[in-house]
């Protein structure tokens, strides 16, 4: 099979078709990171988008699904510059073109990934097309107007998607917490639930009363696709509990919540995607690695008024990677402190951080 490939800019290669066949079209992002493909494809932060990764061999340890994020594969499509599959890791299940073909969804290798991310960085996030099969059925294609065609993602509602279809409960003996699941990965519920906390796990358009009705110790917002002006319930929520429980959010949950309180977004020229990216705390001035996956921040200065102070800044651009507020008990980070894939060195002092500020506002003997 051939794969071919358009950008609204009018390039188009081809290249090297594997996964299933079709023709998708969303944005094009690429990500840094060097290792943890499985993790990448199964973030549901990637819904709506094509997925490039930067680092130029992908595949080579195969598919094992240990380190999933959720049960299936989330971006339109995986763009790479070599493609293996003959892979011998000992936990591989299957091969990287097997999962792509379980999960229909197309993938292309053998094209300059160096090019477009250059691309991407210099125009900013692309609209793109991706054809994948026959060459007669593909090559003539008009993948570049197909990709013009599509509509921006802040049109789109993705959550709707990657929400769970119903509450459930995560039990544990701590303070109780209701989560909205924005599109959360496993792994933040993993740190949660080792920390003991009492996850009452909601919908992404779950109600107010919905939320009172689990008796929240706090209020946690997941991370999540999509430009978060749209999450109108989850904005509300945020709005009627502010001041009466602390609020927590992790990437688009930290948008959300910044947006409750009175401050502002705006949409990155092509985001953060990868495993090292540099944050700046500036109560403790040390520099964290972080991983993080996002297209939307919080705008400097928009927070002024509004109770939050700014605690930690992206080193590369200036952009706000961390808030808080003692008088609304809020914290919220924009990274992904969980990691997987990616560095681990903000996992304990962020959830740390969430286990004193609870235990300070849980009384004695009590659940909240």
Not at 261 to 270: C, H, M, N, Q, S
């Amino acid at each position: 099979m051939i794969g071919v490939l358009g950008l609204e800019d009018g390039t188009r290669v081809e290249g090297i078709g594997f996964g299933a066949p079709g023709v998708v079209s969303g944005e094009l992002v690429f990500t840094t990171i060097m290792s943890g493909y499985e993790e990448a494809l199964t973030d549901p932060s990637y819904h709506g988008q094509m997925l490039m990764f930067t680092y130029p061999l992908q595949g080579n340890y195969g598919v094992s699904g240990d380190d999933f994020q959720s049960d299936k594969m989330w971006p339109k499509a995986m763009v790479s510059r070599e493609y293996w599959n003959r892979p011998t890791h000992y936990r591989s299940g299957r091969t990287l073109n097997q999962f792509l073909l379980d999960e229909d969804k197309p993938g292309i290798c053998s094209v300059d990934t160096r090019m477009l991310t250059l691309k991407v960085r210099t125009n900013g996030v692309l609209r793109a097309t991706l054809a994948v099969g026959e060459k007669s059925e593909v090559s003539d294609l008009d993948v570049v107007q197909m990709a013009r065609s599509q509509p921006d993602i802040s049109a789109q509602d993705l959550l709707g998607d990657v929400t769970c279809t119903g509450p459930y409960r995560i039990k544990g003996p701590g303070p109780r917490i209701a989560l909205l699941d924005l599109g959360i990965k496993r792994n933040i519920l993993k740190s949660l639930s080792s920390r003991g906390f009492d996850i009452h796990v909601l919908p992404a358009h779950a109600s107010i009363s919905e939320i009172e009705a689990t008796e929240p110790g706090s209020l946690f917002l997941s991370n999540g696709p999509g430009d978060p002006e749209r999450a109108n319930k989850a904005i509300d929520a945020v709005k009627h509990f502010a001041g009466q429980i602390p609020i927590f959010g992790i990437c688009l949950g930290h948008q959300i919540i910044s947006l409750a309180v009175g401050a502002e977004t705006f949409k990155l020229k092509f985001g953060h995607h990868g495993g090292n990216q540099p944050v700046k705390d500036l109560e403790k001035k040390i520099v964290y690695i972080t991983s993080q996956n996002h297209n939307f921040a919080v705008v400097p200065g928009s927070e002024e008024g509004t109770g939050l102070k700014i605690t930690q800044l992206n080193a590369n651009d200036g952009t706000v990677e961390g808030i808080k507020s003692d008088k609304l008990d809020i914290l919220a980070v924009q990274y992904h402190p969980e990691a997987h894939p990616g560095p681990l060195c903000t996992e304990d002092p962020f959830f740390a951080s969430v286990q004193r500020m609870l235990k300070r506002k849980t009384p004695a003997g009590g659940r909240r």
